[in-house]
């Protein structure tokens, strides 16, 4: 099933990147990492690394704020768990203008655990991730470290208030960046000309800069005779 999402979403990047002119406010990303059991102790114990694939669609304000809808998806080798996240987040970008910055994000959701027995719960979750993040023209890679809270990750109620590492890679499509972020060369300013002319045969020249012909651009040179 993961394998159909994942080319469902590659697709759906690839078509976001051809029409990036007019969704320029729209990022499309794709993630995969690992994950790594926190709290409490007993899930901790049992539960081994596992798998995470998440997705986002997002949109930015400007440069530093945005706000994204993500699906994960994510399992947990040893307590034979899975889950399903949904939530919505907030997104900010430091030192913006550089083509290498930090990222953080801070989201509220739903999750719905599955136990060995198949039984489900749903639950509140949280997450908060901080990661690192390079940009180019149609497209941005990065790694972050996504720390989730659940508040009922198990059918057991001993298991509740579960909190959970998953570090992860991911690819963004998004629209082409503005031209300030890509360069920041500026074109050389052209030197200016002085024209030193004996325009009326007084046998002194006369210096115009710029093709001002004004007292504050003249300046008189002697000939040499």
């Known amino acids: 099933m993961n394998k159909i999402i994942n080319a469902v979403v590659l697709a759906a990047a690839l078509t976001l990147s051809t029409q990036a002119m007019s969704h320029e406010g729209l990022e499309l990303g794709i993630g995969v990492g690992t994950t790594h059991?926190?709290?409490?102790?007993?899930?901790?114990?049992?539960?081994?690394?596992?798998?995470?694939?998440?997705?986002?669609?997002?949109?930015?304000?400007?440069?530093?704020?945005?706000?994204e809808l993500s699906y994960d998806s994510f399992d947990f080798d040893g307590a034979d768990t899975k889950h399903q996240t949904l939530s919505a987040s907030g997104v900010y970008t430091f030192f913006a203008d550089y083509q290498i910055h930090p990222v953080a994000k801070l989201g509220l959701g739903t999750t719905e655990s599955k136990d060995p027995a198949g039984e489900k719960q749903n639950s509140l979750s949280t997450q908060a991730m901080v990661g690192l993040e390079a940009d180019f023209k149609y497209v941005s890679v990065g790694a972050l470290f996504n720390y989730i809270f659940i508040q009922k990750a198990h059918s057991n109620p001993d298991i509740e208030n579960a909190s959970a590492l998953i570090p992860a890679i991911y690819v963004t499509i998004h629209g082409p960046l503005s031209g300030d972020k890509v360069s920041k060369t500026e074109a050389p300013v052209a030197a200016t000309v002085v024209a030193r002319i004996d325009t009326d045969g007084d046998g002194e020249i006369h210096s115009y800069q710029g093709g001002n012909r004004g007292s504050l651009g003249q300046h008189r040179f002697k000939s040499d005779k």
């Not at 114990?45 to 706000?67: C, I």
Request: proline share 3%; hydrophobic share 40%; net charge positive.
């Open 37 to 67: 059991a926190l709290t409490p102790d007993d899930f901790k114990r049992a539960a081994k690394t596992g798998d995470a694939n998440l997705y986002w669609l997002g949109y930015g304000f400007n440069k530093n704020w945005a706000a």
